[in-house]
């Protein structure tokens, strides 16, 4: 098998590990699951919701995001600072492509490769990450 079949059956994978992790959000109008993966070992993972210790409600009575909920990427990230792992030169594995945030916490935290599903529905997140050199990849799970 070479070794860019072997890449893109892993990437499949992942994609499909971000996608049952995201299934541990609460949010209602939209689950997002996040893994960062360096040497082929999980080293952070995430998903959108509330931040520690706030009520597990993404969405107020107008079923619009609270503008507190962490987006899976930036839990993964922050995750991950806080264990004391480095993400520098990980790929971030991640149910749906990052929004510009996201992708200025990508860019800082080192992460070399972003693998999405689905796309996000404005690109500029994606933009930004391809002028940082990043590489991004959509693929099909």
């Not at 995430?46 to 931040?51: C, E, L, S």
């Not at 945030?101 to 933009?127: H, M, P």
Request: charge should be positive; aromatic fraction near 6%.
């Amino acid at each position: 098998m070479s070794k860019d079949k072997k890449q893109q059956l892993l990437d499949q994978r992942y994609l499909k590990m971000a996608d049952i992790w995201s299934q541990n959000s609460y949010c209602k109008r939209r689950q997002v699951g996040a893994l960062i993966v360096k040497d082929k070992m999980i080293i952070s993972d995430g998903y959108n919701g509330t931040p520690a210790g706030f009520e597990n409600v993404c969405e107020d009575e107008n079923n619009q995001t609270k503008p507190y909920v962490l987006h899976a990427e930036a839990n993964a990230i922050t995750k991950v600072a806080k264990s004391g792992n480095s993400s520098d030169g990980a790929t971030l594995y991640v149910t749906s492509s990052p929004c510009l945030e996201c992708s200025k916490l990508i860019i800082q935290a080192g992460i070399k490769r972003v693998v999405f599903t689905e796309s996000y529905r404005l690109e500029d997140g994606i933009n930004l990450l391809r002028r940082a050199g990043i590489d991004v990849v959509q693929v099909d799970i």
